[in-house]
């Protein structure tokens, strides 16, 4: 259960700034580490998506601009969100993700358990 209609809001920002252009599938994946990184820090999910550079919209844009432009693509977005909260964990309790074209150094420490869309997927080594 992810809470409320601001959890609701807040995961839903975050699954359309990451991965709006990506299929349902792929955004469901996004919102299950957004999803996990809140039950495994013990945080709301707003302050999951805002806590300092997790996310990199939330600091890549001013405030103002976390607000959509493509109401089409967050409704979408809001659809992969229902999905996520009532369904399966696919990605394995995956907590972190990156694009697929970067390298961050924060993957040395982790276990990669897959590819879906344009990103990486990685669960802390145990």
Avoid at 21 to 29: C, G, K, L, R, W
Avoid at 49 to 57: G, I, P, T
Avoid at 60 to 82: G, H, I, M, N
């Amino acid at each position: 259960m992810i809470g409320g209609l601001e959890a609701i809001l807040w995961l839903t920002l975050n699954v359309y700034h990451e991965a709006r252009s990506e299929d349902q599938f792929n955004q469901i994946a996004v919102a299950h580490v957004t999803l996990n990184r809140a039950n495994k820090d013990g945080r709301t999910i707003k302050q999951t998506v805002l806590k300092d550079r997790q996310f990199s919209w939330t600091f890549q844009k001013t405030k103002d601009e976390y607000w959509p432009d493509d109401w089409k693509a967050f409704l979408k977005c809001l659809k992969s969100v229902r999905v996520a909260a009532t369904g399966y964990d696919f990605t394995q309790g995956a907590t972190h993700y990156h694009e697929r074209k970067v390298k961050p150094y924060w993957t040395k420490g982790m276990h990669q358990i897959g590819t879906f869309g344009a990103h990486k997927f990685y669960v802390s080594r145990r």
